[in-house]
């Protein structure tokens, strides 16, 4: 909960609250994948884990969220923040991941809080949502 308040407060104008607007536009397009829901609230919090100095494209920001949530959150929310190998075909449920990212940007709904996202939050990572 601390990194996902800290990410919404770190982001620029254009970037505050789209985890917040993914999961929402996830809750409504997928309602019962809360897997998937976490995975677009958690998405774009590799901005914050890389070291202090290390060089940009060392590793994707993609790929630190994945490996930092996968302990917590679980195996598939972390293989749904994962870049598909390039020529590969995404799975449908990261492709779902990655439109509602890209919508939330323009989406200017009512999302919510951070807090708002607690108790999913909490059921995911004591696996009670796992598909």
Not at 22 to 51: I, M, N, Y
Not at 106 to 122: F, K, N, Q, S, T
Request: hydrophobic share 45%; aromatic share 2%.
């Amino acid at each position: 909960m601390d990194l996902l308040h800290a990410d919404h407060e770190a982001s620029d104008a254009a970037d505050r609250g789209l985890g917040l607007q993914t999961a929402a536009l996830l809750r409504r397009s997928h309602p019962f994948d809360k897997e998937l829901q976490v995975a677009g609230l958690v998405h774009g919090l590799g901005r914050l884990l890389a070291p202090q100095g290390a060089a940009e494209g060392a590793v994707a920001p993609a790929e630190r969220t994945a490996e930092a949530v996968r302990p917590l959150l679980g195996d598939r929310v972390a293989r749904l923040l994962r870049p598909h190998a390039p020529g590969a075909e995404p799975e449908a449920e990261a492709e779902a991941l990655r439109q509602a990212a890209q919508a939330g940007r323009a989406a200017g709904l009512d999302a919510g809080v951070v807090e708002d996202w607690r108790p999913v939050l909490e059921l995911v990572a004591a696996g009670a949502y796992q598909l």
